[in-house]
């Protein structure tokens, strides 16, 4: 349901802090409520696959969540932005990897892997938009998280739109390495 811009309130956002936002209209109709949702591999899929292109960006997306699932090194994918939409050509899949272990070196070697395949390569494979997260991170690191659920206005303000979930995947939870290898193979 659109809301108005006038609409006015306070949310948090997924990092916690108190947001005093405006509620708007979102030209790309969400395809979750506000806030943020676990969903399984299955659940994601059944979501974003109604048509040919988003069933291959999410092979593609499989493919990739491969990698994180597999090192035992990341405890959650955050998805939002266009590929949550109903958009049916979605640009690319804004992912957040959230680290298994708190802001510290051990994060910092588990994301180091993607860093030296390069965001941009990952992008042009897997058509991923790669962020991350760590919890414990200090102030002033970006929470990339929140940021799915923030629209560019005409005046090129940044505000909240209460009308965008956010998806996690738990990538440890039973079940899910198997489901995300038998998408990879339908590529």
Known sequence: ??????????????????LTVKASNSQESPLLAAGLHDVTVEGLAALVCFNETRRKMWAR???????????ERFAYAYLGGGFLSRKPNPHDID?????????????????STFFVTGLRQ?????????????????????D???????ERTDSNQVELDLAKGVARVDLRAPGNLASLRSYADSE
């Open 144 to 150: 990339f998280r929140t940021f799915f659920q923030y």
């Open 122 to 142: 990952i992008e042009e494979v897997y058509g991923v938009h790669l962020h991350f997260w760590m919890e414990n991170a200090p102030d002033g690191v970006v």
């Open 61 to 71: 997306l499989a493919s990739f969540l491969l990698l994180p699932a597999s090192s």
């Open 1 to 18: 349901m659109a809301t108005s811009r006038e609409n006015q309130g306070s949310v948090r956002d997924l990092s916690g802090k108190c």
């Open 95 to 111: 992912v957040v990897l959230q680290t298994a272990m708190p802001y510290g070196p051990e994060a910092f070697e588990a994301i």
